[in-house]
């Protein structure tokens, strides 16, 4: 005679408290793939528009038609030249020389090294080494 085996009813439960805890895993799962492609992702696709871009520019070239200290010209202009870098590297560069003109004037070793680093980035960019 076959003889029928039957799971034992504790066997039961724990087999039940798996499948409810896969089931209650895949739903936190669906939940924060679908908190991170309406929320995180969205976010992190924001570049500015060329408007926005353009008024920075505007803003920080209207910004070193004033009367500043020479501090805040030379990080005006580091600012100014990251705008630059990957659109126009050479306006970049220019700007990173007068950086370093500046830095050295003024004896700031921080923003003289800043300006050596633009330069070099923007020479890179423009894919034209010395």
């Known amino acids: 005679m076959n003889k029928r085996t039957f799971e034992h009813p504790d ?11 896969g ?11 679908l908190f991170y492609c309406s929320v995180i992702s969205p976010s992190l696709a924001q570049n500015p528009t060329g408007g926005e871009r353009n008024q920075t520019i505007d803003s920080l070239a209207t910004r070193l038609q004033q009367n500043l200290h020479d501090t805040d010209r030379v990080n005006t202009l580091n600012v100014l030249a990251w705008e630059y870098i990957y659109s126009n590297p050479d306006t970049a560069l220019y700007f990173g020389r007068l950086q370093l003109d500046f830095s050295i004037r003024s004896n700031n070793k921080k923003s003289e090294g800043q300006a050596y ?6 020479q890179w960019v423009a894919v034209n080494y010395p």
Do not use: A, D, P
């Not at 066997?11 to 805890?21: A, D, K, T």
């Open 11 to 21: 066997n039961y439960r724990e087999n039940e408290e798996i499948r409810s805890y």
């Open 23 to 33: 089931k209650l895993l895949r739903r936190s799962q669906f939940v924060v793939l």
């Open 117 to 122: 680093n633009l330069m070099g980035v923007s």
